[in-house]
Structures are given as structure tokens and as C-alpha cells.
Nanobody, 123 residues
Framework: VQLQASGGGLVQAGGSLRLSCAAS????????MGWFRQAPGKEREFVAA????????YYADSVKGRFTISRDNAKNTVYLQMNSLKPEDTAVYYC?????????????????WGQGTLVTVSS
């Protein structure tokens, strides 16, 4: 599975962005999907995940209530809608695919990673 993330950019605090992650191949629905992020000088951290048929979702506490993960298996795409953005959300955002049914925050369970898209939130 090859993953291509897009949708990053510069936004003011309080604004919104929607990230997309397009997957190649016809096996997208076999994978749970996740979003992670890495800020400058910090370790990569979990953001959100969704089960392979969208039945389960899992969010980091820092984004709960502001971010929404969704997927469209017909389009081989997973989305991350980000609202009420804060400067601390500034990071490179990565999508990833895990060969399992349910959403997981554990980066070790992810088999494939996209190249990342930069989100910058100005104050």
C-alpha cells in the first residue's frame, strides 16, 4: 500500500483544515488507518485512528472534540478534519495503514506510512 497525504498548509489559530490520505491498490478496506504528527524537536505522536470499515475511532486527548477522522473506502481515502486549530497543532502530519480491523494508537502496529504533509498554525 502506498499512501499520499495532502491538504496541509498555513492557517490562523481557530481555523480549519482537512487532510486527505489517498491509498494505492485495491486492498485499502483491509487496513485500519491512522494519523500521526511530529512537531519540530519532538517525537512522533498519535493523533487519530479509524477501523477498516469505519466502525471504530480513537483520538488523542489533545485533539478530541476538535479533530474528526473518517474514511471513504470507495475512494481509497482517509480524512482528518481539523477544527479550532491551535499553534501547538503545528507539525508534519503522517497517515499510516495497519493490517488489522480496529483503530489503534500504537505506531508499532502500522505497516505503511505516507510522506507527511506540513500543517502550520499561526497565533
Amino acid at each position: 500500500v502506498q499512501l499520499q497525504a495532502s491538504g496541509g498548509g498555513l492557517v490562523q489559530a481557530g481555523g480549519s483544515l482537512r487532510l486527505s490520505c489517498a491509498a494505492s491498490g485495491r486492498t485499502f478496506s483491509r487496513y485500519a488507518m491512522g494519523w500521526f504528527r511530529q512537531a519540530p524537536g519532538k517525537e512522533r505522536e498519535f493523533v487519530a485512528a479509524i477501523g477498516r470499515i469505519g466502525g471504530s475511532t480513537y483520538y488523542a486527548d489533545s485533539v478530541k472534540g476538535r479533530f474528526t477522522i473518517s474514511r471513504d473506502n470507495a475512494k481509497n481515502t482517509v480524512y482528518l478534519q481539523m477544527n479550532s486549530l491551535k499553534p501547538e497543532d503545528t507539525a508534519v502530519y503522517y497517515c499510516a495503514a495497519a493490517a488489522q480491523d480496529t483503530a489503534t494508537h500504537d505506531w508499532r502496529r502500522y505497516d505503511y506510512w505516507g510522506q507527511g504533509t506540513l500543517v502550520t498554525v499561526s497565533s
